[in-house]
């Protein structure tokens, strides 16, 4: 093992942390994850810094919080933009190759990526998605290349596009590609490779013949689904909604369990080529791996879809690491980990140079002990959760288990949490949200003049940015949207006859 390996990042988007046989999972088998995690080290106790997909990410590229990043959601743009250095803008430097394939949920930037070739499920990302282009110049005809969206969101789906030419398959092709023009031509200099699918995020759309690879009837029914949505957070109602009643339909979710389990065997399918490639060119000695995801998926437990809340199957993330040299072969750790933690294994592994300026960093090395874990003895790991002005700081504590439990919670609680009191009018479910709303606008409208203004009394429907520091809040002022800001007509988009319909799909669109 050379002082400067090679770096293999493969993430999925929102697979769950029991979403692998070598953690335990009884029906799925994952044989190329569990080969990692056979020859490294498994985090039994990861979870994203934030389960959301944009924020996560940022969170795991630049090491940093939300509260640092400004990245709180899906938010097409932070508050204020920091130049935060990124695990790959740090490997650039340090004289390593970057390459991105698939999804990385930014754009416009490249945030030390020295090549990237995108594939991403927004519409907005069409005209510079290298897969479509892919499939266009293979002469592929797909209506709905990534799966249908919108009202079919959450219903069972077989692809039409062949397994051949399918989204998750051409990320594990081009890496393989990249690896042997890598190999051929640049063997003298490391490289930093980071393979990302949109899998097995919904909509659940696998190709032939993965759609059929398990099983319906072999799948367990969620936890908890029968979860009456008042005894459920008020800020996760919606959740509730967006599963389209799936919960409470046991085909479908079986259906859609079935399918979601068949979208990761493709994807480890594609690990196993990469690795196989790895292995033949002689490089597998000399490269780190890490596999992981963004965040994880409810799957219908607590009846709820998704990610964006503080339950364990969306917070917690499979989080394997295969350091030659290092890590101990079929090591598990225990210890609180995020994804936070990622970079400053990189910084303290490779010597790289963190500028001072920036940091501390939040997390520290998961190598900080012989063969995997972390050297402080951390008794929990602090995420971050919400969106409102009073955002909580949930604790994920060492040792829960159950997928029923919710995380720890640093005092005050977030209001999102707070049980939802509806003695009065039991039948006006939504009634607290709209009001909340409405007590919001004075605020929004306040914020933008830069004013200001006291707490309101809860935090719903509120776009304020966090404070920086972590018991305080503070009012940033939003910057002005410019097509808000332009009161010129705007163009009327034929096909949608209502403005909520727009919003559902402006909404939709955020959500991925
Ligand atoms: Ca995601």
Redesign the pocket.
Known sequence: MSDRPNILVLMT??QRADAMSCAGNPILRTPAMDAIAASGVRFTNACASTPV?VASRMSFITGHRAARTHWVDNNARPGPVPELPTMMSLLLRAGYWTHGVGKM?FRGRSYGLRNLLTMEEGVAHRVDDDYLRSLRDAGVQARFPKGMRDLLYFQPQTSGVPVQHSASNWVADRSVDFLREHARYRSDQPFFLWSSWIAP?PPFAPSEPYDTLYDPAAMPLPEYADRPVHDLPAALWPHRARLDGAHRDPDRMRRIRALYYGLIGQVDDGIARIMATLRELGLDEDTVVLFTA??GEMLGDHGLSQKNCPYEPSVRVPLLLRWPGRTHAGATCDDPVGLTDVLPTLVDELALEYPADQGPLPGESLLGKTGGGLASGRGDYVIDYGQGPRRGAGRLVNGLGSGRAPLDRRAPPPPQVRPVRLRRRPRGAVRPAIRSARAHQPRRRAARSGRRVPRTRTGMGAHFRPGASAGGVRLIRRPPVPHLADSRPRPVRRGITRRGDQRGAVAEARS?
Do not use: L, N, T
């Open positions: 988007d929102q997909c949920h995020h963004d965040h991925c």
